[in-house]
């Protein structure tokens, strides 16, 4: 049994192409795979990699046997069991702060100033990376007027991507649930969400759990 470690702030690409390549290991190495980790997207690099495979020895064919396996967008660190410095260096990375926080504050208080009591709810992917319906905000008024779509398109920031639709359609909030996304701002909860939480709506794990690791 091997541990496989993932930030699940990581787009979903990203995460689902390192749970594939950790397959791929498992079916080849066996036993001999100890660990995989990796950094949170593939722009990450530590020592020029963006994945570290820890193996239990280092034996002649390794490096090439890891190779053979790596998908495209992935850069692997292949590493013996006792390299520890290696294993502490990318399990306590982290990565440079981004924007996406900020982007999504900077549109809900457009939002609130321009809807008010009309905004229902509004969840965000946990990255600008992450798409449902070709968006990564969900938008949810308490039904749609003319001239909504327009006045949510004026306020949205670079790398916003947003769903609008109207309090009924709970398909839409599910789905975007479902993807890990975060709740923003919800009437029910009487206006925006606290800064501490960062659950999904419908339950599950938590999107900002960096260093989360799951026994494969």
């Not at 995460?15 to 498992?26: D, Y």
């Not at 905004?119 to 965000?124: C, D, R, W």
């Not at 890990?180 to 919800?186: F, I, N």
Request: hydrophobic residues 40%; charged residues 25%.
């Amino acid at each position: 049994m091997h541990s496989m470690v993932v930030d699940l702030r990581s787009p979903r690409e990203w995460r689902r192409k390192i749970q594939l390549f950790t397959s791929s290991l498992e079916s080849a190495l066996g036993g001999r795979l100890i660990m995989v980790v990796a950094l949170p997207s593939p722009a990450d690099t530590l020592y020029d990699s963006n994945v570290l495979v820890v193996l239990d020895e280092l034996r002649p064919g390794d490096l090439e046997a890891v190779a053979s396996l790596t998908p495209e967008g992935v850069s692997p660190l292949v590493v013996p069991e006792d390299d520890r410095q290696a294993v502490e260096a990318f399990s306590s990375y982290e990565a440079p702060p981004d924007d996406w926080g900020e982007e999504l504050d900077s549109f809900l208080s457009r939002l609130v100033e321009r809807f008010g009591g009309r905004l229902i709810m509004v969840v965000a992917l946990p990255s600008p990376a992450d798409t449902l319906y070709d968006s990564n905000v969900l938008v949810v008024l308490d039904e749609l007027r003319p001239g909504d779509l327009e006045a949510v398109a004026s306020l949205t920031p670079e790398g916003v991507s947003p769903l609008v639709v109207p309090e009924d359609d709970r398909q839409a909030v599910e789905a975007f649930s479902l993807a890990g996304g975060r709740r923003l701002w919800g009437r029910s909860d009487g206006g925006r969400a606290a800064e501490t939480d960062r659950r999904p709506l419908l339950g599950g794990g938590t999107p900002g759990s960096q260093g989360e690791v799951q026994e494969a």
